[in-house]
């Protein structure tokens, strides 16, 4: 039977709105008598406020403060843990930290405010390095520093690698990274006269922030609506709650309208980023290059407060063997507290980091076995029936043999190595290289975190015909409400016009989870097909068949309506072969996994080492892609926003704080900046996702950064283990390896 809308590239449902600059977001909306709310933040990275004195040249009046003691409930932002303050009631544990909140009508004014506050401070001596946090010189938390740790073992690592005839160590380290996300964070709350606090704003997951609100206002009635949302990629999971805290305690205080909108500088200097990480191996194979062990220590620095770490130091530990079988694996992994802003979700959630340092090491054995890393790869890489380092056995939809395949033949990988061989040893103005790398990414929750969750979503029919998806899953620019609405369609058998996706709101809404870890068109999209079924049985009971048509979708409405019965619920339901055992991190990670193989084709200019990418090669298995062109659209931006972390964003630190917290030197991919991509879908059906559809949003983010590196060797016969791979550590390594500069 022919798709009426899965599997077909629909027009965009908010492309309209967004194209004529019609979509509402945060400041685009009117509120009667605002005020405009700023954070009074600290200077240092670690001590105790003694004294705040505010200038009498300012001109106070009309001026709103809060600081902690207006805080009604509990002065935290409950994440995970609670461990981080709203504001700082004293003791401030990095740059940035909110000390307390001005507001006042005029932006202008308001903005000014906090170059007229003057704190004094008691400084402590900081930890800004995972060395130093490691070697607990200073404590920030417990009796070492440590967020969190996991363990994974597999076999017996001693056995292993007496068994190995080869061993390789290699140490990798990722740099934090800036979200860039296009519109900066923003918050809006008011009071209503029953007394709701309601927050609205750019975020990614409206139940985080009315959890965390609960907290601060207790007893009170919350209600969340977010705002047009202008990106995300992770970064307005948890910070939203930080800042809907600030802006409803001011709004509170002064009984009107509060805005907070962050600029470009505040909003790089303060929020979240990627989590640093250093990831050492140690790798045992036969002489023909099979695996027998690998030993991999990782650790990530989770910045001040807990936040997320333990869910992306999750995904990491669980990512960080590869997309390969070995029969003997211990994975050991932290997350360690520093005097730097709290890092926290980022595109990929933790995989990146530890894929990097997998990925990059096959270049580090390649260079000291002399084996072929294409061989090694496809020697080691998981099929159907692999057993995984957690003793997950992979029973379908394992797409690693075919992308591997398909990149390697487009890319014409093999010629292009041998090729580049012979070029690289004569004189001319460049170095050509190209790099292979080979990932996988779990979509949805890590284990049994989506039973902890219980999302629920809903479909409903309207007496107008009209069919409505109510779910709490945002739109942040990745196309959600577009594929919710081919689900939809496509199950009920409805042209997709006549489906809408009702604004995410949490008075209107059911609590769906978060939009993150590449969970919408998987866990989502399947339990409003649940509840889709359920709408379209109980029309065809009543009329006898369900209608396709507007006129009839009316009727039914009408006839729905009058019984009272108009919205049909699912909830998430595990499948019952899937097992995981949370305490000794056993068992079944993710229901399955999405795979991709990336080949890049770079140069490396032999004068002043820079660094240019000029085609890059991706075969990505996605399940089903409900959506073929934003599917294709994702795996282009996760490619090139990977390729901007490995090779140009260089996030410099001053004492704890941000020093490059611009564009103009903080440097992200442009359009100029993007090579040739030849995008290629491969489709490896899930039987248990929506029409057989995977997750993609991050999967593309895990692969481009190895296959830099990768090419990099290819070109000048040096590996490059910390990213970014910038033109001075290329001239650096000639130097310490060859003792030469060309």
Request: some cysteine; overall charge positive; aromatic content about 8%.
């Given at each position: 039977?022919?798709?009426?809308?899965?599997?077909?590239?629909?027009?965009?449902?908010?492309?309209?709105?967004?194209?004529?600059?019609?979509?509402?977001?945060?400041?685009?909306?009117?509120?009667?008598?605002?005020?405009?709310?700023?954070?009074?933040?600290?200077?240092?990275?670690?001590?105790?406020?003694?004294?705040?004195?505010?200038?009498?040249?300012?001109?106070?009046?009309?001026?709103?403060?809060a600081r902690a003691v207006d805080i009604p409930g509990e002065n935290c932002v409950a994440a995970i843990e609670a461990d981080q303050p709203l504001l700082a009631p004293g003791r401030v544990m990095h740059p940035m930290e909110p000390i307390l909140l001005v507001a006042h009508p005029d932006r202008n004014m308001v903005w000014q405010a906090p170059?007229?506050?003057?704190?004094?401070?008691?400084?402590?001596?900081?930890?800004?390095?995972?060395?130093?946090?490691?070697?607990?010189?200073?404590?920030?938390?417990?009796?070492?520093?440590?967020?969190?740790?996991?363990?994974?073992?597999?076999?017996?690592?001693?056995?292993?690698?007496?068994?190995?005839?080869?061993?390789?160590?290699?140490?990798?380290?990722?740099?934090?990274?800036?979200?860039?996300?296009?519109?900066?964070?923003?918050?809006?709350?008011?009071?209503?006269?029953?007394?709701?606090?309601?927050?609205?704003?750019?975020?990614?997951?409206?139940?985080?922030?009315?959890?965390?609100?609960?907290?601060?206002?207790?007893?009170?009635?919350?209600?969340?609506?977010?705002?047009?949302?202008?990106?995300?990629?992770?970064?307005?999971?948890?910070?939203?709650?930080?800042?809907?805290?600030?802006?409803?305690?001011?709004?509170?205080?002064?009984?009107?309208?509060?805005?907070?909108?962050?600029?470009?500088?505040?909003?790089?200097?303060?929020?979240?980023?990627?989590?640093?990480?250093?990831?050492?191996?140690?790798?045992?194979?036969?002489?023909?290059?099979?695996?027998?062990?690998?030993?991999?220590?990782?650790?990530?620095?989770?910045?001040?407060?807990?936040?997320?770490?333990?869910?992306?130091?999750?995904?990491?530990?669980?990512?960080?063997?590869?997309?390969?079988?070995?029969?003997?694996?211990?994975?050991?992994?932290?997350?360690?507290?520093?005097?730097?802003?709290?890092?926290?979700?980022?595109?990929?959630?933790?995989?990146?980091?530890?894929?990097?340092?997998?990925?990059?090491?096959?270049?580090?054995?390649?260079?000291?076995?002399?084996?072929?890393?294409?061989?090694?790869?496809?020697?080691?890489?998981?099929?159907?029936?692999?057993?995984?380092?957690?003793?997950?056995?992979?029973?379908?939809?394992?797409?690693?043999?075919?992308?591997?395949?398909?990149?390697?033949?487009?890319?014409?990988?093999?010629?292009?190595?041998?090729?580049?061989?012979?070029?690289?040893?004569?004189?001319?103005?460049?170095?050509?290289?190209?790099?292979?790398?080979?990932?996988?990414?779990?979509?949805?929750?890590?284990?049994?975190?989506?039973?902890?969750?219980?999302?629920?979503?809903?479909?409903?029919?309207?007496?107008?015909?009209?069919?409505?998806?109510?779910?709490?899953?945002?739109?942040?620019?990745?196309?959600?409400?577009?594929?919710?609405?081919?689900?939809?369609?496509?199950?009920?058998?409805?042209?997709?016009?006549?489906?809408?996706?009702?604004?995410?709101?949490?008075?209107?809404?059911?609590?769906?989870?978060?939009?993150?870890?590449?969970?919408?068109?998987?866990?989502?999209?399947?339990?409003?097909?649940?509840?889709?079924?359920?709408?379209?049985?109980?029309?065809?009971?009543?009329?006898?068949?369900?209608?396709?048509?507007?006129?009839?979708?009316?009727?039914?409405?009408?006839?729905?309506?009058?019984?009272?019965?108009?919205?049909?619920?699912?909830?998430?339901?595990?499948?019952?072969?899937?097992?995981?055992?949370?305490?000794?991190?056993?068992?079944?990670?993710?229901?399955?996994?999405?795979?991709?193989?990336?080949?890049?084709?770079?140069?490396?200019?032999?004068?002043?080492?820079?660094?240019?990418?000029?085609?890059?090669?991706?075969?990505?298995?996605?399940?089903?892609?409900?959506?073929?062109?934003?599917?294709?659209?994702?795996?282009?931006?996760?490619?090139?926003?990977?390729?901007?972390?490995?090779?140009?964003?260089?996030?410099?630190?001053?004492?704890?704080?941000?020093?490059?917290?611009?564009?103009?030197?903080?440097?992200?991919?442009?359009?100029?900046?993007?090579?040739?991509?030849?995008?290629?879908?491969?489709?490896?059906?899930?039987?248990?996702g929506p029409f057989g559809a995977k997750g993609i949003g991050e999967l593309p983010h895990n692969a481009p950064a190895p296959a830099v590196v990768a090419a990099v060797r290819n070109a000048t016969g040096l590996l490059i283990p910390d990213l970014p791979v910038l033109p001075e550590k290329i001239c650096h390594e000639f130097i310490r390896k060859k003792g030469r500069t060309q």
């Open positions: 039977m022919a798709r009426i809308a899965v599997g077909r590239s629909i027009p965009r449902v908010d492309a309209d709105e967004k194209l004529r600059g019609a979509a509402k977001y945060l400041d685009d909306n009117r509120l009667p008598d605002c005020l405009y709310g700023v954070t009074v933040r600290s200077t240092i990275a670690y001590g105790t406020v003694k004294s705040i004195e505010f200038d009498p040249c300012c001109p106070w009046k009309d001026t709103v403060i170059r007229h506050v003057k704190i004094t401070y008691e400084e402590m001596e900081p930890v800004l390095s995972i060395e130093d946090s490691l070697s607990a010189k200073q404590l920030l938390r417990g009796q070492d520093n440590v967020f969190k740790s996991y363990l994974i073992e597999k076999g017996d690592i001693k056995k292993g690698f007496a068994a190995a005839e080869y061993i390789v160590e290699g140490e990798y380290r990722t740099p934090p990274q800036e979200h860039a996300y296009i519109e900066p964070h923003a918050m809006a709350a008011w009071v209503e006269k029953n007394g709701t606090i309601v927050v609205m704003g750019s975020m990614q997951c409206p139940y985080y922030v009315q959890k965390a609100l609960k907290r601060i206002f207790p007893g009170g009635n919350i209600r969340v609506i977010q705002a047009v949302t202008g990106g995300a990629f992770g970064g307005k999971e948890d910070y939203p709650s930080m800042l809907a805290g600030h802006a409803a305690l001011l709004a509170v205080k002064s009984r009107r309208p509060v805005k907070m909108l962050y600029d470009r500088a505040e909003d790089m200097a303060a929020t979240t980023k990627r989590h640093p990480s250093v990831v050492r191996h140690r790798t045992g194979l036969t002489k023909d290059g099979k695996l027998v062990a690998q030993d991999i220590d990782v650790v990530f620095d989770g910045g001040a407060y807990l936040t997320l770490s333990p869910v992306v130091l999750s995904r990491g530990t669980l990512h960080a063997a590869g997309p390969y079988e070995c029969p003997h694996v211990r994975v050991r992994s932290r997350a360690v507290a520093t005097n730097t802003p709290p890092n926290g979700a980022f595109r990929g959630f933790g995989a990146p980091q530890t894929l990097f340092a997998v990925e990059a090491h096959w270049e580090k054995i390649a260079a000291e076995t002399g084996l072929d890393p294409l061989k090694l790869r496809r020697k080691n890489l998981v099929k159907e029936g692999s057993c995984l380092a957690t003793g997950q056995v992979l029973r379908e939809s394992v797409g690693a043999t075919e992308v591997l395949e398909r990149c390697v033949k487009d890319s014409a990988y093999e010629k292009k190595r041998r090729r580049y061989a012979v070029l690289n040893k004569k004189p001319g103005p460049v170095w050509k290289g190209i790099g292979l790398a080979l990932v996988h990414h779990g979509p949805g929750f890590t284990g049994s975190g989506e039973v902890m969750l219980a999302s629920r979503a809903a479909v409903s029919l309207d007496r107008a015909g009209v069919v409505w998806v109510l779910a709490a899953t945002t739109e942040m620019g990745q196309g959600e409400i577009t594929v919710l609405t081919q689900i939809v369609a496509e199950t009920l058998g409805l042209d997709p016009a006549l489906v809408r996706v009702a604004a995410p709101d949490t008075d209107r809404v059911p609590d769906s989870g978060p939009t993150v870890a590449s969970r919408t068109t998987m866990i989502i999209g399947g339990i409003l097909m649940k509840a889709a079924l359920k709408l379209k049985d109980k029309v065809a009971l009543e009329l006898g068949s369900f209608p396709t048509t507007a006129k009839g979708l009316e009727c039914a409405g009408r006839r729905l309506a009058a019984k009272g019965e108009i919205s049909f619920e699912g909830v998430y339901e595990k499948p019952p072969d899937i097992q995981w055992d949370e305490n000794a991190y056993k068992g079944d990670a993710y229901g399955v996994y999405g795979y991709e193989a990336i080949a890049v084709d770079l140069e490396v200019d032999r004068t002043t080492y820079e660094v240019k990418v000029k085609a890059a090669f991706t075969a990505t298995d996605v399940g089903r892609a409900v959506h073929p062109a934003m599917v294709r659209g994702q795996i282009a931006g996760g490619t090139v926003q990977g390729l901007g972390w490995a090779l140009i964003e260089n996030p410099v630190f001053s004492k704890g704080s941000m020093a490059n917290n611009q564009f103009t030197n903080y440097t992200i991919p442009t359009f100029t900046d993007a090579p040739s991509l030849t995008l290629e879908i491969v489709e490896k059906p899930y039987s248990r």
